[in-house]
């Protein structure tokens, strides 16, 4: 009696196959000294590449950009999205601020985006299972 193998066969999807080229492209240039970091999240299929003058705060930046742009899109269909528009905006004031001071406009569209976060909460504690 013959015990039978059973092989499993892992299909790549063409984005899996891009990240696997791409890979290789990025190690064939560390062989070369130019440091490039590839950040992937093959689940969401997004693949971040930072060269080797990224810094905390541009990275900071730049990913505050796609939760804004997530507050954006939403705007007003999804209960949440003036919580998350009004963290965003105090995110980027104190984010364009990282290494200056404030401005006294600055403050004060901090202060307003405060206010409008204690709104927001305060509608979602009211009614928190309905559109606000």
């Not at 000294?33 to 693949?47: A, C, F, G, N, T």
């Not at 804004?68 to 899109?73: G, I, K, R």
């Not at 104190?94 to 200056?100: H, N, Q, R, Y």
Request: contains cysteine; charged residues 25%.
């Amino acid at each position: 009696m013959h015990a039978s193998r059973t092989s499993t066969v892992v299909l790549m999807s063409g984005f899996d196959n891009f990240y696997s080229e791409l890979d290789n492209l990025v190690k064939s240039f560390k062989k070369n000294d130019v440091m490039i970091k590839l950040e992937p999240d093959l689940e969401s299929q997004i693949i971040r590449i930072f060269g080797e003058k990224i810094t905390a705060l541009g990275r900071a930046k730049t990913g505050l950009g796609d939760v804004s742009e997530l507050s954006f899109a939403t705007a007003e269909h999804h209960p949440y999205w003036a919580l998350l528009y009004h963290v965003c905006q105090i995110a980027r004031v104190t984010l364009e601020k990282w290494e200056s001071d404030f401005t006294k406009d600055d403050l004060n569209e901090i202060s307003w985006s405060i206010d409008e976060l204690k709104n927001s909460y305060q509608k979602i504690l009211e009614r928190p299972h309905n559109d606000h």
